[in-house]
């Protein structure tokens, strides 16, 4: 992830929690608010309810592997919260509630990109 589309500083972290709009699924919470820049930003919070460091860590790493592919539209904060469960879900479940967390707030330039992504590894 490139450092222009890392969401790092408190203030936009709370300014994203604050104003911004909320999605969640078993895994995962999104929020989301206008940047009104070229690009998006996105930030991660996995807090010590998830596990030790090498488990908040992991996870971590599979959230931004699974936002990188997804063709998300420019002038978003993006925050994408870790709830427990999610430390023991599967790379590909973390992928799939990633983009439908995407698909329901409608930030996605697409369709369908799991789906279209798991047809053409077949």
């Known amino acids: 992830m490139k450092k222009r589309e890392r969401l790092k500083a408190r203030k936009d972290f709370v300014s994203v929690y ?6 969640a699924t078993q895994f995962l919470v999104l929020r989301a608010l206008p940047n009104d820049l070229p690009h998006h930003r996105c930030g991660f919070v996995v807090s010590k309810r998830v596990g030790k460091a090498v488990a908040r860590n992991k996870l971590k790493r599979r959230l931004r592997e699974g936002l990188r592919p997804l063709p998300v539209q420019p002038g978003w904060d993006l925050i994408l919260l870790a709830r427990p469960p999610a430390a023991r879900a599967s790379y590909h479940e973390l992928r799939e509630a990633i983009a439908n967390l995407l698909s329901r707030a409608r930030l996605l330039d697409g369709a369908d990109p799991v789906g279209q992504q798991a047809r053409e590894e077949r």
Do not use: L, M, S
């Open 18 to 23: 604050r104003k911004g709009r909320a999605w």
